[in-house]
């Protein structure tokens, strides 16, 4: 993984989108980017960790540019927090294994949370992919750690990327649930967390949350309830799924877990 200031510069052009594209093109000549390549941009939001940027192509033959600190909002527009985060760049011409090995990488250097673009195919789309590597950032739970692809997270990122009618989608389907009191909450929440992570089956979410498959019934049931949803209707399950998704990405916490 290569930095520095001289490669911040030049990936200026790249990353910011309008660039012409004689800056774009003469860019990559001084980066040693080939004109066509399977590309993908990582963002962090947080530091690059000690350790991972150094000189020549990793393990896998992928070639890192990391670009610095990016002073773009970093989540102003998902988490409604209206606040300026430096958010650190690169640009990875991938290696053989691709995005995946990108993501393993990161994780075991102790980076995150960060996002990974989808794979383009020349540096005159890396600027479509720094917005996209944004936006997955943008999916990661709030103080987590998490390495995600943007392409495993298109239903969330969606919803980042239209921060008020997530918010009025978290208010029409878990308005009644937000009421609650924060352990009631929060333990519907887990149920139904649980439910969904083990494929629908209540037993398989019993014995994972440590209670009989009566109580998560009983849970799933006052949810439906609650949320005028239920859950053996697709459509309605998808409602249900998003709003969790939003309410996962708020930095509100869903409260203590309790009994029950």
Sequence with gaps: MRRGTRY??????????????DLVERAARGLGLPERGRYAVVVLGAPVPEGAVVEGPDVDGARWWWGGADGSP???????????????????????????????????LGA????????????????????LAGTAL?????????????????PA?????????????????????????PAERS????????????????????????????TVFNRLRRLERLTARSLSRPRELVDLVLALDVLRLSSAPAGPGGGG
């Design 74 to 108: 970093g989540g102003a527009e998902g988490r409604g927090e209206g606040r300026e985060e430096v958010r650190e760049v690169a640009v990875v011409l991938l290696g053989p294994a691709g995005p995946d090995r990108v993501v393993a990488r990161l994780r075991e």
């Design 8 to 21: 911040g510069a030049l990936l200026g052009p790249l990353l910011a989108g309008g660039a012409r594209p």
């Design 157 to 181: 990122a969606l919803l980042v990327s239209r921060p008020e009618l997530s918010t009025r989608l978290l208010a029409e389907v878990f308005g009644p649930l937000l009421t609650l009191v």
């Design 187 to 214: 333990l519907l929440v887990e149920t139904l967390e649980a439910w969904l992570e083990c494929g629908g089956s209540v037993g398989r979410a019993a014995a994972r949350l440590g209670c009989h498959r009566n």
């Design 138 to 154: 943008l999916t990661c739970e709030p103080g987590s750690r998490e390495i995600v692809r943007l392409d495993e997270r298109l």
């Design 112 to 131: 995150g949370p960060g996002g990974v673009s989808p794979v383009v195919g020349s540096p005159s789309e890396v600027a479509a992919a720094h917005r």
